[in-house]
């Protein structure tokens, strides 16, 4: 069960985070939301990594252009690591 609590919560604050930079000009300070999304993904185990990457994959590359403009680049690498990280998982499912 622990596992499903895990993979909603960052897919919830994942999704959120796409939403939130979609559309917008200028954004608050993201460096707590990011953090704690890549601390959540760096704690799950590699089971759930791989089957959530199929669809966490998506949402990080939208999240990484819709945040072109605003990520600075510490944020933008830590989005990055997790999109390399996914891939890979995904590679391993397949």
């Given at each position: 069960m622990r596992g499903y609590q895990e993979v909603f919560l960052l897919a919830a604050k994942a999704g959120a985070l796409e939403g939130y930079l979609f559309g917008r000009e200028e954004v608050e300070p993201l460096t707590n939301w990011i953090d704690n999304i890549s601390q959540m993904y760096c704690?799950?185990?590699?089971?759930?990594?791989?089957?959530?990457?199929?669809?966490?994959?998506?949402?990080?590359?939208?999240?990484l252009e819709y945040g072109k403009g605003v990520l600075v680049p510490e944020l933008k690498v830590k989005l990055e690591q997790m999109l390399v990280e996914s891939s890979v998982d995904l590679k391993r499912t397949g």
């Open positions: 704690d799950l185990s590699p089971e759930v990594k791989r089957e959530l990457a199929l669809v966490l994959i998506p949402v990080l590359k939208r999240t």
